[in-house]
């Protein structure tokens, strides 16, 4: 490989031919998944790279670190949007929602009553993904469908009016077994199917699920984005 810079462009072009192959395998319509560019860990520069080859959508963990780097680069490229993936403290949020278009790990209720709070201040609407455990290895998400379910019902009360809730995320586990990555990607569609016939008034289809290692799984599962980092960005510097 080149310098990691100059590959940015061509990894998103395999990952882009690789996510077309997967929604044509499974019978799903060309471009129903979009690519979530996850930058952690990963300078500006790569960040601008990846834009010049038309991607906008971006995936941080950790609120300081976006705050950091996309600031300017949205000045400048207004089309770019930031979503938070990373677990999010709650005296975070006032960031958070400075930085995020959309807060893909809500998980818990504490958190939709500081980002209500936070994003009324500065009257803007957030997206929230609700996060769904549904690996053993990872600790984050909410840790039943139930939790969630009575999280929109708050919400579809009018108490979170800064809120646009959109769909779910899920982690799957980090193993090799692909029954168990299947079988936690099928465990959030059939949540997300459930609780959005019980919430017609809310479009909750987006579903994000899929990694680096598991993203044409989560395709044939149904996913709506995939959240990629390594094979676009290369390995982390932690
Ligand atoms: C880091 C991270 C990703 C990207 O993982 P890769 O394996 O590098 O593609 C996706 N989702 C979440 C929640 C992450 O923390």
Request: glycine letters at 6%; aromatic letters at 6%.
């Amino acid at each position: 490989m080149a310098s990691e810079v100059t590959s940015i462009s061509e990894n998103i072009k395999v990952i882009s031919e690789k996510i077309r192959q997967a929604e044509l395998k499974s019978g799903r319509k060309a471009g129903s998944v979009k690519l979530l560019a996850v930058s952690k860990f990963h300078p500006s520069d790569a960040v601008l790279e990846a834009v010049k080859s038309g991607q906008f959508l971006f995936g941080e963990n950790r609120v300081q670190e976006a705050s950091e780097k996309f600031p300017d680069i949205i000045e400048k490229n207004p089309e770019v949007k930031v979503h938070l993936i990373g677990q999010l403290q709650t005296n975070k949020v006032k960031n958070a929602v400075k930085i995020a278009d959309t807060i893909q790990s809500l998980d818990r209720m504490d958190l939709v009553l500081e980002i209500e709070k936070q994003a009324a201040k500065i009257d803007k609407m957030i997206s929230v993904l609700f996060e769904l455990h549904t690996g053993e290895e990872s600790k984050s998400g909410f840790s039943s469908v139930e939790e969630i379910r009575q999280v929109l019902d708050y919400i579809s009360k009018g108490n979170a009016p800064h809120l646009v809730p959109k769909g779910f995320m899920t982690m799957a586990p980090f193993t090799d077994d692909e029954n168990l990555i299947r079988k936690s990607f099928v465990s959030l569609r059939e949540c997300a199917k459930t609780l959005q016939k019980e919430f017609p008034a809310f479009d909750l289809s987006e579903l994000s699920m899929g990694m680096s290692g598991d993203f044409e799984i989560a395709i044939e599962e149904g996913s709506t984005m995939v959240r990629v980092g390594t094979a676009i960005f290369g390995e982390r510097q932690y």
